[in-house]
């Protein structure tokens, strides 16, 4: 068997030609590894144009002051202190029909249909219900809500009738003068079980959120069957209540009625005179002793008081 020591020297050795070429490709390998670095001895750069760049940079700023020209400039004194523009206001096109009309006497219907948003509508019925009143077409800008260029449409179509003039008699040789005689307003009669908004709004000490709560109110009860549940609206004063009782009138005593032996929980405790509770107990004690055979039964459930029977019984049904 030959000795590995025998064929190590036949592969590390090299002939003349090997050994010249193996050192030409190394001379040629260090010569383009440092060409680059002596190019700039030999290679001049060309000075930079920055002409073009900076015709750029003038072309962007140009365009940059064309877009902020529809936007309210910053202001900034001496002191380079913060000054707030000018406010502009942009308005929109009004919406809605114009014909000529009385602000005194004009229905909320008729403010809606002049393009008066509804909010508007409700602060100028609550202000002519306390007593106010526009003595000129200009006193429409007195209204909060209403913008400016709603009052410039506006103002060519109002026609406000005039005040019976006040007769002084100065044919009689004494002065006598007639006793001053405050206006008074008259309300019509609401209906409770039909009225809207601006009918309870034109109630005095009636305002908008009042008015709402009441109408809220009704619609849980599913209607009311007396004058007096009213007063049972949240934050209702009880002096205010009195004040339009006079006024108030219910025309149909039918109300949503809800049958206790198929509603559910969660149907029986949106009722306002039942709320979980009292439903929860109707329910374990219809799971208990089977369905109601007639309404008195719910009297048999303690929690179930004779006035809350009573004001609740006009509201439930068995079958």
């Given amino acids: 068997m030959a000795q590995p020591k025998k064929y190590v020297p036949d592969y590390l050795s090299f002939t003349r030609k090997e050994r010249t070429g193996i050192i030409v490709l190394v001379v040629l390998i260090l010569m383009f590894t440092i060409l680059p670095f002596l190019f700039p001895f ?3 750069p060309k000075p930079a144009d920055h002409t073009a760049f900076v015709k750029a940079i003038a072309e962007l700023n140009i365009k940059e002051q064309d877009s902020s020209k529809g936007f309210a400039k910053l202001n900034y004194d001496d002191d380079q202190n913060y000054q707030p523009a000018e406010k502009k206001y942009y308005p929109t096109p009004a919406k809605g029909d114009l014909f000529f009309f009385d602000p005194n006497t004009l229905s909320s219907d008729g ?22 009143r526009f003595n000129k077409p200009e006193d ?55 009225a809207d908004t601006s009918a309870f709004i034109a109630l005095p000490g009636i305002g908008g959120k009042l008015a709402g709560r009441i109408i809220a109110f009704r619609e849980k009860l599913g209607g009311f069957y007396k004058v007096e549940q009213v007063a049972e609206t949240y934050a209702l004063p009880d002096s205010t209540f009195q004040k339009i ?64 029977y009573n004001k609740a019984a006009p509201y439930l049904i068995i079958n």
Avoid: C
């Fill in 42 to 44: 030999f290679i001049k």
């Fill in 140 to 194: 429409m800008g007195k209204i909060w809500g209403l913008h400016q260029d709603q009052v410039n449409r506006l103002i060519p179509y109002v026609r406000i009738e005039a005040k019976p003039p006040i007769n002084f008699n100065t044919s009689k040789p004494s002065l006598s003068y007639k006793a001053y005689e405050k206006t008074k307003y008259t309300t019509a009669s609401v209906d409770i079980n039909k």
């Fill in 111 to 132: 403010w809606i249909k002049l393009g008066v948003k509804e909010k508007t509508v409700n602060t100028i019925q609550h202000y002519i219900s306390k007593g106010g």
């Fill in 245 to 308: 009782k006079n006024k108030l009138i219910i025309s149909n005593t039918e109300v949503k009625k809800m049958n206790i032996n198929t509603a559910s929980l969660d149907e029986l405790k949106m009722h306002p005179y039942l709320r979980y509770n009292i439903a929860n107990a109707i329910v374990q004690y219809r799971i208990q002793h089977g369905n109601f055979s007639f309404l008195q039964e719910l009297k048999k459930i303690m929690l179930i008081t004779d006035d809350i």
